[in-house]
């Protein structure tokens, strides 16, 4: 079957009859009726796709090699930096000693895992600035909630109701919605021409009120916020904590600390910043540093070292609670953990510095054809817009992503941020090389190219795809999720 064919589900597979003795046949010692109490058993038996083991297993082959991976090809993918990764350390967490670790362990016999963490915990501390870090927290947005959290209970312990947390109009979509999710009222600060915090903008609205500042630096256009000195100034003189989305930390890990910028709570990516592959709603871990004020309002259980050997503290009076069970996502964190030790400080600071390096170049090479939303310098990733319409027609970001996909490349993200009309979100990251780059900037060169000579098929891809391209509002409005056949 060529790949860019249709792919038929399991049902469709199905032939009756021809592959039923692969499947393991009901027990006959003892029935299931005597085994389950009548309300949890079924009316009728699960339908099973009855196909032979060789059916099944050429299906999810054929899958497998329709799965556009780092491993396969080069993801332009801003703001998920879907690097590539060392294979040690998918290797490391596969370790049978902590595979195999019961998750209800008690904390005498998991030493090793908390000494880990316990390790990490303390290396991204120094990292970021903070005086502690909890790993409670299995994702980013999970972290942004158990950041929101604290802040609301130092307020609260302080006997100050405050009520709003302000959001840039460029932020990630997340931070509106943790932020929320914690009980807050959301009000949005404008971004300057510049494409940074409107400082202006933001006096007006900070006042007694105001919780926290969320804000991504570098923000989500790829641009450092060059006031941040300024913006935790008067973020501070209001009485508000400033909050870090680390979504961006890799253009800066290893340079400079958000601690030092006066962030008062950060969250940190694991699965972006320092090790697993980042998309799809993948498994992650979203750790927490914190200042000073928020140190009494960890969540539980916290891992403390006595003499030589850790244990896990429940006792801990003004605790937002517990967020996650067991360890949270351990093999995320041990990915992680041998990331870190691989590469040091020296390395992570040199994979910042690359990752910059290789968004100016890329950005340098698009210049030529496709103009940055924004001037001026990008930290790890840059935005374009096709918003000229006298320039690029009908030829929508869209289109243009939709064409780069039958050339060999995974789609760059595409109207993110809002504020930026038809935009195109690149992030190269520092594991690819100058070849690769190269190649990238080409095939957008030729997807203009194209559409110069040839308007209608360039408008209508992909054409390469097993699936073609769609009616996006039909899509969007009437999702058709469930096979029927």
Not at 312 to 321: A, D, H, T
Request: glycine letters at 8%.
């Amino acid at each position: 079957m060529p790949l860019d064919a249709y792919e038929p589900t399991l049902f469709e597979l199905d032939h009756a009859g021809e592959g039923r003795d692969w499947f393991p046949r009901e027990s006959e010692e003892k029935p299931i009726e005597d085994l389950l109490p009548p309300e949890c058993l079924a009316g009728a038996p699960p339908r099973i796709p009855d196909v032979s083991e060789l059916e099944a297993v050429r299906h999810y082959t054929r899958l497998s090699r329709r799965n556009f991976s780092i491993d396969s090809g080069f993801y332009p993918l801003g703001s998920c930096t879907m690097k590539y990764n060392p294979k040690i350390c998918e290797a490391m967490a596969q370790l049978p000693g902590f595979v195999d670790l019961h998750p209800e362990i008690g904390a005498e016999a998991a030493q090793g895992i908390l000494f880990v963490m316990d390790e990490i915990a303390r290396f991204l501390a120094d990292l970021t600035g903070m005086q502690r870090v909890t790993m409670n927290p299995c994702a980013g947005a999970h972290g942004e909630f158990c950041g929101m959290l604290m802040v609301r209970a130092y307020h609260k312990d302080r006997k100050d109701h405050r009520q709003t947390v302000l959001v840039p109009d460029s932020a990630h979509g997340t931070n509106p919605a943790s932020a929320a999710m914690a009980g807050f009222k959301i009000v949005e600060v404008a971004s300057n021409t510049e494409g940074c915090v409107d400082l202006g903008d933001l006096k007006k609205k900070l006042n007694n009120d105001t919780a926290a500042l969320m804000m991504t630096n570098p923000n989500t256009l790829g641009i450092f916020e060059k006031d941040i000195v300024e913006i935790a100034r008067l973020a501070h003189e209001a009485g508000a904590l400033l909050y870090y989305d680390g979504a961006n930390l890799n253009a800066i890990a290893g340079v400079t600390r958000p601690g030092d910028m006066g962030f008062d709570v950060v969250h940190i990516n694991l699965h972006k910043t320092f090790s697993t592959p980042h998309g799809s709603g993948g498994p992650g871990s979203g750790p927490v540093g914190v200042g000073e004020k928020l140190l009494p309002f960890l969540p539980i259980p916290v891992i403390e070292k006595k003499a030589n050997s850790y244990t896990l503290n429940y006792e801990y009076e003004k605790s937002i609670g517990q967020l996650s069970t067991f360890f949270g996502n351990v093999g995320i964190v041990l990915r992680a953990y041998v990331y870190m030790r691989l590469h040091g400080i020296e390395g992570i600071r040199k994979n910042s510095n690359n990752a910059v390096l290789n968004a100016r170049y890329l950005k340098s090479k698009f210049e030529k054809i496709i103009p940055p939303a924004m001037q001026g310098d990008c930290m790890h990733e840059f935005v374009l817009t096709m918003k000229n319409k006298e320039r690029f027609g009908d030829l929508t970001a869209m289109a243009f992503a939709k064409n780069l996909l039958d050339l060999g490349f995974h789609a760059p993200t595409v109207y993110f941020p809002l504020i930026v009309k038809e935009a195109l979100m690149i992030e190269p990251t520092e594991t690819e090389s100058k070849r690769t780059l190269d190649e990238f900037a080409d095939a957008a060169a030729q997807v203009l190219k194209n559409y110069e000579n040839d308007q209608k098929r360039v408008l209508s891809a992909p054409h390469t795809m097993p699936v073609r391209k769609l009616d996006e509002v039909k899509a969007a409005r009437q999702p058709d999720l469930i096979f029927k056949d």
